[in-house]
């Protein structure tokens, strides 16, 4: 894989992490990708046989879901509590066009 | 009357000593039979916190009035004659990556700075049913991404052997604090290694436990096919008394096992005759510092003057077990924190429009380490590299898991190093992330195949701790546990304790 990771990268990596970053932290990022990535790579000389499938879980158990019971959960106004702006009902954000 | 009173204090300073000698097992039978308190036994804790804490940082919320309260309640219940749980009087800290229900749980990073979770997970619930005392919440390193708690937002914790030293991490506050008296037991998480490793560094027994035997329920998540909560304690029978509380499936958590649990302190006193312990080769290359390598060669001693056999073992793939967790971990992590964005969880950085609100709060509210992931991760599963990084991965952990399973044909547990190094000093690895990395070369590749492991304390080095892992089969804890105890029995290295 090509390392080549520029501030550019960086950038278009942190729009898509929502990350708004400055110049300097683009191109502290981009350095540390680049590093990272080149120590990576070497899963690139792993010769995995064709009938190898890929591992994502930690358990191969079938999830486990539990019946589909109406429950109390908890209330509007404890959630909330942690919410940085509410108009008590609703969580409040900024305009979407701002 | 002087003479009296110096008396007193040396009786009181007396009792004082005895409470930090006691193991988390004589606690709880010391309560149970009336010759302990737990308002004095969690007052001691507190005073020794408030004593000692200043200088480690380990905790970063001590719960002194709820401790307190609890413990008078449970005095009371017991003198009423009330039945109480396999845990009653005992405190434990809780990594602060865990959610405590009216207890602030910031998992060290300034975006939970002032979260309070409406809810306990499933441990705490646990542990308080069993009348446990949660004394306090611990240090980590942010969203325990990091193997020294230096990327804690709250400032490092010292190592309680050499306040130069790091305790490792990511739960190094759960582990300093049981290493420094200020806890019997804690509890913490690990992903990559982050019980097992700080363990080490600390002197203390640290336990991750098989993924899915412990509900992840409340954990705060940072790679959910790789967390896995456990206890650190002084000892390997106080593991596996706290296991039998904190172990369990969960209708909360859909990855938690439905295996039965086993009453993990049943084998501890079983002979260790006819165990087979795998020498993983790999561990022993080049680079591993003669003092561990030494330990490591006494240790099998001790194991075979007990009956146990050793065999040599190879995992082969494991040389590319940092590279691949990296990758998953990282993955795992972006998807995982994206729910960090400036609605829910308390911290905003105000702008004039909802896009740049969430670009600024999570720039402002991630530290570097917890961005160098993000970015690592969201750069891994993007379009063009998906192929090459996560699903070449996780194939590289296929292997992983299946040279375990090869392994454990000829074995029953894998014995090796904790980590390569013992604590080293602050700032040591800060510079290049990718050094630190390598902390957990050792102790990765259970995480990623799903298996349990212990630390326990082997040995010293320039007066800092060496720790012993020990890798065992999928659920099957309790073999750990039998050997380490049996261990434990032999050896004095896990009752050491740290100069005040």
Same mark, same amino acid.
């Given at each position: 894989?090509?390392?080549?990771?520029?501030?550019?990268?960086?950038?278009?990596?942190?729009?898509?992490?929502?990350?708004?970053?400055?110049?300097?932290?683009?191109?502290?990022?981009?350095?540390?990708?680049?590093?990272?990535?080149?120590?990576?790579?070497?899963?690139?000389?792993?010769?995995?046989?064709?009938?190898?499938?890929?591992?994502?879980?930690?358990?191969?158990?079938?999830?486990?879901?539990?019946?589909?019971?109406?429950?109390?959960?908890?209330?509007?106004?404890?959630?909330?509590?942690?919410?940085?702006?509410?108009?008590?009902?609703?969580?409040?954000?900024?305009?979407?066009?701002? | 009357?002087?003479?009296?009173?110096?008396?007193?204090?040396?009786?009181?300073?007396?009792?004082?000593?005895?409470?930090?000698?006691?193991?988390?097992?004589?606690?709880?039978?010391?309560?149970?039979?009336?010759?302990?308190?737990?308002?004095?036994?969690?007052?001691?804790?507190?005073?020794?916190?408030?004593?000692?804490?200043?200088?480690?940082?380990?905790?970063?919320?001590?719960?002194?009035?709820?401790?307190?309260?609890?413990?008078?309640?449970?005095?009371?219940?017991?003198?009423?004659?009330?039945?109480?749980?396999?845990?009653?009087?005992?405190?434990?800290?809780?990594?602060?990556?865990?959610?405590?229900?009216?207890?602030?749980?910031?998992?060290?990073?300034?975006?939970?700075?002032?979260?309070?979770?409406?809810?306990?997970?499933?441990?705490?619930?646990?542990?308080?049913?069993?009348?446990?005392?949660?004394?306090?919440?611990?240090?980590?390193?942010?969203?325990?991404?990091?193997?020294?708690?230096?990327?804690?937002?709250?400032?490092?914790?010292?190592?309680?052997?050499?306040?130069?030293?790091?305790p490792g991490g990511s739960s190094g506050g759960s582990a300093a604090c049981v290493g420094a008296d200020l806890a019997p037991v804690s509890i913490g998480s690990d992903t990559g290694g982050s019980i097992r490793q700080p363990a080490a560094f600390c002197g203390?027994? %640290?336990?991750?436990?098989?993924?899915?035997?412990?509900? &992840?329920?409340? +954990?705060?998540? /940072?790679? !959910?096919? @790789? *967390? #896995?909560?456990?206890?650190?304690?002084?000892?390997?029978?106080?593991?596996?008394?706290?296991?039998?509380?904190?172990? %369990?499936?969960?209708?909360?958590?859909?990855?938690?096992? &439905?295996?039965? +649990?086993?009453? /993990?302190? !049943?084998? @501890? *006193? #079983?002979?260790?005759?006819?165990?087979?312990?795998?020498?993983?080769?790999?561990?022993?290359?080049?680079?591993?510092?003669?003092?561990?390598?030494?330990?490591?060669?006494?240790?099998?001693?001790? +194991?075979?003057?007990?009956?146990?056999?050793?065999?040599?073992?190879?995992?082969?793939?494991?040389?590319?077990?940092?590279?691949?967790?990296?990758?998953?971990?990282?993955?795992?992590?972006?998807?995982?924190?994206?729910?960090?964005?400036?609605?829910?969880?308390?911290?905003?950085?105000?702008?004039?429009?909802?896009?740049?609100?969430?670009?600024?709060?999570?720039?402002?509210?991630?530290?570097?380490?917890?961005?160098?992931?993000?970015?690592?991760?969201?750069?891994?599963?993007?379009?063009?590299?998906?192929?090459?990084?996560?699903?070449?991965?996780?194939?590289?952990?296929?292997?992983?898991?299946?040279?375990?399973?090869?392994?454990?044909?000829?074995?029953?547990?894998?014995?090796?190093?904790?980590?390569?190094?013992?604590?080293?000093?602050?700032?040591?690895?800060?510079?290049?992330?990718?050094?630190?990395?390598?902390?957990?070369?050792?102790?990765?590749?259970?995480?990623?195949?799903?298996?349990?492991?212990?630390?326990?304390?082997?040995?010293?080095?320039?007066?800092?701790?060496?720790g012993l892992q020990l890798q065992g089969k999928s659920f099957d804890e309790a073999t750990l546990l039998q050997i380490a105890h049996q261990f434990q029995q032999q050896t004095d290295w896990h009752s050491r304790r740290p100069q005040a």
């Amino acid at each position: 894989m090509s390392n080549a990771i520029d501030r550019k990268t960086a950038l278009h990596v942190g729009k898509l992490a929502r990350l708004e970053l400055t110049d300097a932290q683009a191109d502290a990022s981009a350095k540390h990708l680049a590093s990272i990535l080149s120590y990576v790579d070497q899963l690139a000389e792993v010769e995995v046989p064709e009938d190898i499938e890929p591992f994502f879980g930690a358990t191969e158990s079938v999830n486990a879901v539990r019946d589909d019971e109406v429950r109390p959960s908890m209330d509007r106004e404890t959630i909330l509590r942690n919410a940085p702006d509410s108009d008590g009902e609703f969580y409040r954000v900024p305009p979407v066009f701002g | 009357m002087a003479s009296s009173i110096e008396c007193l204090l040396s009786l009181v300073n007396q009792n004082k000593m005895e409470i930090s000698k006691l193991s988390a097992s004589q606690i709880v039978s010391h309560i149970a039979a009336g010759e302990l308190t737990a308002t004095d036994c969690t007052q001691h804790f507190l005073n020794e916190i408030e004593r000692k804490d200043p200088t480690l940082n380990s905790y970063l919320h001590v719960a002194k009035e709820s401790a307190i309260e609890t413990a008078q309640q449970i005095d009371a219940r017991r003198s009423a004659g009330e039945s109480l749980g396999a845990l009653a009087g005992l405190p434990v800290a809780v990594k602060d990556g865990i959610c405590t229900k009216g207890i602030r749980t910031t998992a060290a990073s300034k975006m939970l700075e002032n979260f309070v979770p409406p809810f306990d997970a499933t441990i705490v619930q646990k542990l308080t049913d069993a009348d446990a005392i949660v004394i306090g919440k611990t240090n980590l390193d942010e969203f325990a991404m990091g193997s020294s708690t230096e990327n804690s937002a709250f400032g490092a914790t010292k190592n309680p052997w050499n306040t130069d030293c790091v305790p490792g991490g990511s739960s190094g506050g759960s582990a300093a604090c049981v290493g420094a008296d200020l806890a019997p037991v804690s509890i913490g998480s690990d992903t990559g290694g982050s019980i097992r490793q700080p363990a080490a560094f600390c002197g203390v027994t %640290g336990l991750k436990p098989t993924y899915g035997r412990v509900s &992840r329920f409340g +954990l705060i998540a /940072f790679a !959910s096919s @790789l *967390d #896995q909560i456990g206890p650190f304690t002084r000892t390997a029978q106080d593991a596996a008394l706290t296991m039998n509380v904190i172990g %369990g499936h969960c209708e909360r958590d859909s990855t938690s096992a &439905r295996e039965d +649990l086993p009453d /993990f302190s !049943s084998k @501890l *006193d #079983q002979s260790l005759s006819g165990v087979r312990i795998g020498i993983c080769k790999e561990h022993f290359e080049s680079g591993l510092p003669d003092d561990i390598r030494k330990s490591m060669d006494e240790s099998i001693s001790v +194991l075979k003057s007990l009956g146990a056999t050793t065999v040599e073992i190879s995992l082969p793939h494991s040389k590319y077990g940092i590279a691949a967790y990296y990758v998953i971990a990282s993955s795992e992590a972006s998807g995982n924190l994206a729910r960090y964005d400036g609605v829910r969880y308390t911290m905003r950085f105000e702008a004039d429009n909802l896009n740049k609100m969430y670009g600024l709060t999570r720039t402002e509210g991630f530290g570097d380490e917890v961005r160098r992931r993000i970015m690592l991760g969201t750069y891994a599963l993007s379009s063009g590299y998906y192929d090459a990084y996560y699903v070449k991965a996780s194939k590289v952990r296929r292997l992983i898991k299946n040279d375990y399973t090869k392994a454990f044909e000829s074995c029953d547990v894998i014995l090796g190093p904790t980590a390569p190094s013992t604590a080293f000093k602050f700032g040591e690895h800060t510079t290049d992330p990718l050094t630190m990395y390598l902390a957990d070369i050792f102790t990765v590749t259970a995480n990623l195949a799903g298996l349990p492991g212990i630390s326990i304390p082997c040995g010293f080095s320039d007066g800092m701790p060496i720790g012993l892992q020990l890798q065992g089969k999928s659920f099957d804890e309790a073999t750990l546990l039998q050997i380490a105890h049996q261990f434990q029995q032999q050896t004095d290295w896990h009752s050491r304790r740290p100069q005040a």
